[in-house]
């Protein structure tokens, strides 16, 4: 079939984006609409002792002023934190409340004090800058181990030292007594740097009240518009369920960033309830470096030890992770369940430890960013080989081979049970694919030309299709995380699929439709997929951690499923026929060995006319289904990085980059190159270019592209793919996931390739020019000067 | 609030008028800086004085052994100027290298120049070539012009008119892009002229661009990039940010100069 599983069909939704025809939050025009904008706190810590807002209401065209504590009057509740953690001691988190706007305290450069309504967005804007702020400065913490460090600024008065969870995974004791008799022992402290998100759509919001059927609707840029309306409703007061639509119209990417539900759209709901107006609030690129939640922003101190063999026999890491200023929803399990859990990587560790100290720091929330918390474990794994191998003059891909699991599924150390895979072979494609054979004579021809050659791997694997309900529940999760569909057969034949998946730039409109044309041997033409409306579809998990193929579409086939089996009783019942030897093949429904057969068309006439179906069956053809998958999925790869530095400037160039992966069954393999080449895009950004930079007091240093350096085109090579797949047997498509995976597996490859490019494995993300020239001045390289 | 009144006159002498009269009037010339520098609220002028529409301001000429490039000639014109290509590549060059399309689009020389901004390429060309700045009062040398970052010798309602270069023996430009703004975190205009080798630096200095006189005295005696193998360049009064930090500037200073040499033509 040219267009179901497996065939590289053009994306559908591409001919509304490409024209410019899609529509998105910022697009939508209601009648009485007013704008908001938002005063900030202007210091990364402060008490606010007064709003003085008479300047700004003075100007003709200001609607409104209104501030935090009106909004605590009014019933509206805190922020809430999506996942509890309980501390190694027993005790659960500690963590500041986090009012949508400041109360008493500001306590981040950025955190909402007042919303200002107007009839204009740019009146909006200047009337938010006419607003004056009586506050006192206080002390701040900023860096995450000055946050943690004795005497620190306290964020919060109720958190200790700053201190939300103190937690663990893995056997202690076990991990100190095969690293005291181990034959060679790697320590290594890393940063993983702090990232912003920067989707291209930034966050907006239009908040409609409707007094008379005391209803409200909000359009949002969400990646989860039902999480979006429960939390709202149930937690945040804003309105009951039944009396609140929430609608994520096309939204221009998320990486994460859009799962939460920010003080802003909070704060339009209820201002649009306060003014009688509909409220429209965009962030600017200015307010999304201050405000989007960040990504990682790790410390992690790694201790890995070997036997004589080469093979590991403990790892053990240590880190302190920036939270910010307040709990963003899945902030807590990001550094624990997201990261201490795939700390055994593709190896066969027979002991492990991971304690992760969650810290406050007077800077914006931090929260899962594209891969959450896998990064972060990827990265301290797959340096920590890297450099083992270095330290045990062993070849790294050999070591890696010596510690690969083999046998699955294969149970960890640490919780998860990984389903399939086949690393060697993963491995031999990529080191094939990259010519690793020829890099020596790559290396010299650089080093003739003054240039320093490096190559780096990293063999990863992570966690997808997110998560067990269960599972997650007795690991501290508030929600259940499975997914819904709903497959509806007009009766014409043609099929609509309603899915609690959400789609901002993953291709959903396509590869969706693909599954039901396969199945259905219908084109694809004439499947459709709506989402993003808690109107039409009746609840949903969303999108992140690489769930809509492994859940979301997971769901999908078991309502076809069911779609197929009322269609077969359908078919037997008008063919005559034994309901056991009906087929569904090439969009036809026929007796198997005869040539008596339905179109798939007649089938759905037939279900909605009525008039002779088999007794006792309902009419029609519609069939919903949740899906709550067994275990998470677990896509796996081998990635080479190769490099070459220029010594005299520090810069650095990507010669090739080769990615083979295990994502287990590919819907279309277009789309995923698509996903593979974003994700390793942004994971050469972590490595590379991008860091988010606060100065003592808190101010953000990059708040702009001037300072922020995002990947351009030129910055990345043409990348070399390819897949070996292992589908995955515990859901039934055999799909993994891959929307994260580049990220996941890619930035230790590159730092990788760079320390064996300078001769020093003491390097931080971002390698920057003067981070890699600044290395190369504490290196004695033959060849570092010349 | 925040209301600005929009000239474009069509003669120096109309452009002089219409900044005469303003209460804060501004010079506007491609505006890259300047617009938005205003969408920031960093500046709010209350007139624009839009010297694009000048007859001939944005003419390239050649004679007496110069060029002479109007002041609104945009980046993108100087880059494809045949003369500047034949008489002084390197400049071509720089113009070529400036930001992206969009800005070598709509920025022009004078508006870069009279700027001053210490990240800027233009300068470093200006001060290198010795080149002389034209107003519609006076002529200024290059050594003059330049007064620290951006700062420079014009006065109220001084309008740059054109920029004339000397055409040297060689020349060549080399820049290390700041890796998120792309603007020259050191960038270095190499000069062999009638008076003797000249090496401006910019992107580097507190005080916006300057002369590297170890550099000259160096290429002086022989204009090859080896020469430079054993000159380093202090510290002292380089800018530092995250980017790069004083000393990583100094060094960049003495790298970028050996490619503006090898680059020379």
Not at chain 1, 756 to 774: F, K, R
Not at chain 2, 74 to 94: E, F, G, K
Not at chain 2, 162 to 167: G, I, T, W, Y
Request: charged content about 20%; proline content about 5%; glycine content about 10%.
């Amino acid at each position: 079939m040219s267009e179901g599983i497996g065939a590289r069909v053009a994306r559908k939704e591409d001919r509304r984006f490409i024209t410019g025809k899609g529509k998105y939050t910022d697009d939508v025009r209601v009648d009485n609409q007013a704008y908001a904008a938002f005063v900030r706190c202007p210091v990364a810590h402060a008490k606010i002792n007064g709003v003085d807002a008479s300047g700004a209401l003075a100007m003709e065209g200001v609607i409104a002023v209104h501030t935090g504590p009106e909004m605590k009057e009014d019933g509206i509740g805190d922020l809430i934190t999506g996942w509890a953690i309980t501390s190694k001691d027993g005790n659960p988190m500690q963590c500041g409340a986090w009012n949508p706007m400041v109360t008493t305290y500001g306590r981040y450069v950025g955190d909402a004090v007042a919303i200002v309504v107007a009839e204009t967005q740019e009146l909006a804007r200047r009337a938010a800058e006419a607003v004056e702020l009586d506050y006192e400065e206080l002390p701040a913490s900023i860096g995450v181990e000055d946050a943690f460090a004795d005497g620190a600024a306290q964020v919060h008065e109720n958190v200790p030292g700053n201190l939300i969870y103190d937690w663990e995974i893995g056997d202690e004791a076990k991990v100190a007594e095969a690293l005291a008799s181990a034959h060679h022992v790697t320590e290594l402290k890393m940063v993983n740097n702090r990232l912003s998100p920067n989707a291209m759509e930034p966050r907006s919001a239009v908040a409609i009240f409707d007094e008379a059927e005391d209803h409200y609707t909000l359009y949002t840029t969400s990646q989860n518009p039902h999480v979006a309306r429960l939390v709202l409703s149930a937690f945040y007061n804003v309105a009951p369920e039944h009396k609140l639509r929430v609608i994520a119209p096309d939204v221009g990417g998320g990486f994460g960033s859009k799962i939460y539900i920010y003080p802003e759209e909070i704060t339009c709901l209820w201002a649009s309830m306060k003014t009688g107006r509909s409220v429209k609030w965009t962030s600017d690129r200015s307010e999304a470096f201050m405000t989007d939640a960040h990504g990682r922003d790790h410390v992690t101190k790694a201790t890995m030890g070997f036997d004589a063999g080469g093979r590991i026999v403990a790892f053990k890491t240590d880190t302190l992770a920036n939270i910010g200023a307040y709990v963003s929803l899945f902030a807590t399990v990001t550094p624990t369940y997201l990261h201490g859990t795939l700390l055994s990587g593709c190896y066969d560790m027979p002991a492990i430890y991971g304690n992760v100290k969650a810290i406050h720091t007077n800077t914006a929330p931090v929260d899962a960013y594209r891969g959450a918390g896998r990064p972060e474990a990827t990265y301290s794994i797959e340096r920590m080989m890297e450099t083992a191998a270095r330290e045990m003059g062993m070849d790294p891909a050999e070591l890696r081979r010596k510690n690969f699991i083999t046998e699955f599924p294969y149970q960890t150390q640490v919780i998860l049970q990984y389903d399939s895979g086949d690393y060697h072979k993963t491995l031999d494609m990529a080191q094939e694919a990259a010519d690793v054979a020829g890099f020596a004579a790559r290396k010299a021809e650089a080093a003739s030309r003054g240039k320093l050659r490096g190559l780096g791997y990293s063999t990863f694997v992570e966690a997808c299709g997110i998560a067990p309900s269960a599972a997650v529940g007795s690991l501290g999760s508030a929600v259940g995380l499975w997914e819904s569909a709903e497959v509806r057969v007009n009766p014409v034949g043609s099929v609509e699929i309603l899915t609690g998946s959400h789609s901002h730039g993953q291709g959903h409109e396509t590869t969706f439709a693909q599954v039901v044309a396969d199945r259905l041997g219908i084109p694809l033409d004439n499947v459709s997929v709506v989402h993003g409306d808690t109107d039409k579809v009746q609840f949903g998990m969303g999108t992140y951690g690489s769930r809509s193929g492994p859940v979301g579409m997971s769901a999908i086939v078991k309502a076809l499923d069911k779609v197929e089996a009322k269609a077969k009783k359908i078919a037997a019942h008008t063919l005559e026929a034994s309901e056991d030897d009906i087929v569904i093949e090439n969009g036809e429904v026929k007796v198997a060995g005869t040539d008596k057969s339905m179109a798939w068309h007649e089938i759905g006439l037939a279900a909605y006319i009525a008039h002779n179906l088999p007794e006792g069956m309902e009419p029609g053809l519609k069939e919903a289904a949740f899906y709550d998958p067994l275990n998470f999925s677990f896509p796996a790869g081998a990635l080479i990085c190769e490099v070459e530095v220029d010594p005299e400037t520090g810069v650095t160039d990507i010669i090739n980059f080769t990615a083979v992966d295990d994502f287990g069954t590919i819907i279309n393999p277009m789309i995923v190159e698509g996903q593979v080449h974003g994700g390793v895009t942004q994971g050469i950004g972590q490595a590379l270019l991008e860091q988010v930079v606060y100065d003592e007091s808190g101010q953000l240093i990059t708040g702009s592209y001037m300072d922020y350096c995002m990947p351009r085109a030129d910055d990345v090579p043409s990348y070399n793919l390819d897949h070996n797949a292992t589908p995955s047997p515990l859901n039934p498509l055999g799909l993994k996931g891959c929307g994260e995976a580049g990220a996941i597996g890619s930035p230790p490859a590159v730092i990788n390739a760079i320390t064996d490019a300078i001769g020093t494995n003491e390097l931080q993300m971002p390698a920057t020019p003067l981070a890699v020239w600044t290395a190369l001045q504490s290196v004695k390289t033959p060849m570092a000067a010349e | 609030m925040y209301q600005t009144k929009y000239h474009k006159p069509g003669s120096v002498e109309d452009a002089v008028a219409a900044l005469g009269v303003a209460e804060e009037g501004k010079i506007l010339s491609g505006g890259q800086t300047l617009l938005p520098t205003m969408k920031q609220h960093l500046a709010a002028p209350t007139d624009l004085v839009d010297v694009r529409g000048i007859d001939g301001m944005d003419a390239i000429s050649v004679s007496d052994g110069a060029v002479t490039i109007g002041a609104a000639a945009r980046h993108a014109d100087v880059a494809a100027n045949a003369d500047v290509q034949t008489h002084i590549p390197a400049l071509a060059a720089l113009a070529g290298g400036i930001g992206d399309p969009a800005v070598r689009a709509m920025g022009t020389i004078g508006g870069s120049v009279a700027n001053n901004d210490p990240a800027a390429d233009y300068p470093s060309a200006v001060l290198a070539l010795n080149a002389t700045v034209v107003t519609n009062k006076r002529e200024i040398a290059a050594e003059d012009f330049f007064q620290g970052m951006f700062a420079t010798a014009l006065e109220d309602a001084e309008i740059v008119t054109a920029l004339r270069f000397p055409v040297p023996t060689k020349a060549g430009y080399a820049k290390f892009p700041n890796p998120a703004s792309r603007y020259a975190m050191v960038g270095v205009f190499a000069a062999q002229t009638d008076g003797g080798v000249r090496v401006a630096v910019t992107g580097a200095g507190e005080d916006g661009v300057f002369r590297a006189e170890a550099l000259e005295g160096a290429l002086g005696a022989s204009f090859s990039s080896d020469a430079l193998d054993a000159v380093s360049i202090g510290s002292d009064g380089m800018l530092a940010d995250i980017h790069g930090t004083a000393e990583y500037r100094a060094h960049l200073v003495t790298v970028m100069a050996k490619r503006a040499v090898d680059n020379a033509v």
